[in-house]
């Protein structure tokens, strides 16, 4: 597969724009989608965040096992980093989400008390397109504050939402200049966090189907009636297709659409739980 890369000329601006508004900000959430939370870890954010409290938000939970969703959590601790496994629409889990953010602020906000200033925490949500950065701040409102959509870098400018006891900032999607890990990149794509115009799709499948056979084989053979796990990628993608009836005329594959639909799959959860990493 071709190498992935993918850092429009927006990013650049959001990534200005981001820098500039850091004295503003008290923390930062950084939004990690739980099936690939070390592909989601965007250097140059961590980098631009290092002297502000932060906390890591293994987003989407719900699509990875309990045991994987603890273990990610585990490993970010075991790196000093607080992390915590957030279902967006899980009323108890966004509440968790709230007093971790409050527990990194605490010395902080009590030294505003000291000075007798009553201020809003005041946190940055950051992260890479598509980790749901938006659905959950529309979680911690209560109400529909932030554009959301399914599509990478919908959120294009920053924008300040009020909750009474805190102030977000949300901003848009950014990835980092390069890739120099490409299995990571792969995993950002699998994920629709890179603009899938830019990718070859029907590659981007096969070899989504290809890792799915040595990390989940039992998903093939469950979802895609594949018994023969050990077969080519090709051959695997040629089994989905007649499995869900994608022919052309002429009892050719449609691969095209195939490609489209085992994306769609991952991506919408109906494979089940699945962590990438």
């Given at each position: 597969?071709?190498?992935?890369?993918?850092?429009?000329?927006?990013?650049?601006?959001?990534?200005?724009?981001?820098?500039?508004?850091?004295?503003?900000?008290?923390?930062?959430?950084?939004?990690?989608?739980?099936?690939?939370?070390?592909?989601?870890?965007?250097?140059?954010?961590?980098?631009?965040?290092?002297?502000?409290?932060?906390?890591?938000?293994?987003?989407?939970?719900?699509?990875?096992?309990?045991?994987?969703?603890?273990r990610l959590v585990s490993r970010f601790a075991a790196e000093g980093k607080t992390a915590v496994a957030v279902n967006a629409f899980d009323k108890r889990s966004v509440a968790r989400l709230k007093e971790k953010i409050f527990a990194a602020l605490s010395e902080k906000m009590e030294r505003y008390r000291a000075k007798g200033m009553q201020?809003?925490?005041?946190?940055?949500?950051?992260?890479?397109?598509?980790?749901?950065?938006?659905?959950?701040?529309?979680?911690?409102?209560?109400?529909?504050?932030?554009?959301?959509?399914?599509?990478?870098?919908?959120?294009?400018?920053?924008?300040?939402?009020?909750?009474?006891?805190?102030?977000?900032?949300?901003?848009?999607?950014?990835?980092?200049?390069?890739?120099?890990?490409?299995?990571?990149?792969?995993?950002?794509?699998?994920?629709?966090?890179?603009?899938?115009?830019?990718?070859?799709?029907?590659?981007?499948?096969?070899?989504?189907?290809?890792?799915?056979?040595?990390?989940?084989?039992?998903?093939?053979?469950?979802?895609?009636?594949?018994?023969?796990?050990?077969?080519?990628?090709?051959?695997?993608?040629?089994?989905?297709?007649?499995?869900?009836?994608?022919?052309?005329?002429?009892?050719?594959?449609?691969?095209?659409?195939?490609?489209?639909?085992?994306?769609?799959?991952?991506?919408?959860?109906?494979?089940?739980?699945?962590?990438?990493?």
């Amino acid at each position: 597969m071709k190498t992935i890369q993918w850092f429009p000329g927006h990013m650049t601006k959001a990534m200005r724009m981001m820098e500039e508004n850091l004295r503003l900000v008290d923390c930062a959430a950084l939004v990690l989608d739980a099936r690939a939370a070390f592909a989601c870890v965007n250097p140059s954010l961590g980098k631009m965040l290092a002297a502000k409290p932060a906390v890591y938000v293994l987003n989407k939970c719900d699509l990875v096992e309990r045991a994987d969703a603890d273990r990610l959590v585990s490993r970010f601790a075991a790196e000093g980093k607080t992390a915590v496994a957030v279902n967006a629409f899980d009323k108890r889990s966004v509440a968790r989400l709230k007093e971790k953010i409050f527990a990194a602020l605490s010395e902080k906000m009590e030294r505003y008390r000291a000075k007798g200033m009553q201020k809003s925490a005041r946190v940055m949500v950051a992260g890479i397109p598509n980790t749901g950065k938006s659905t959950l701040i529309n979680a911690l409102a209560g109400e529909k504050k932030a554009v959301t959509g399914d599509k990478a870098g919908v959120t294009r400018g920053k924008q300040w939402i009020k909750l009474g006891d805190m102030e977000l900032l949300d901003t848009p999607g950014t990835m980092p200049p390069s890739f120099e890990n490409q299995t990571y990149a792969k995993h950002l794509a699998y994920l629709g966090s890179v603009n899938d115009d830019i990718l070859d799709f029907e590659e981007l499948a096969m070899e989504f189907l290809a890792e799915l056979a040595q990390s989940k084989p039992a998903v093939l053979t469950e979802k895609y009636g594949i018994e023969d796990v050990s077969a080519e990628p090709l051959a695997l993608f040629n089994a989905v297709c007649r499995r869900r009836g994608f022919l052309l005329r002429g009892g050719e594959y449609d691969y095209e659409r195939c490609a489209k639909a085992v994306m769609d799959d991952f991506r919408k959860g109906r494979l089940g739980r699945i962590a990438l990493e």
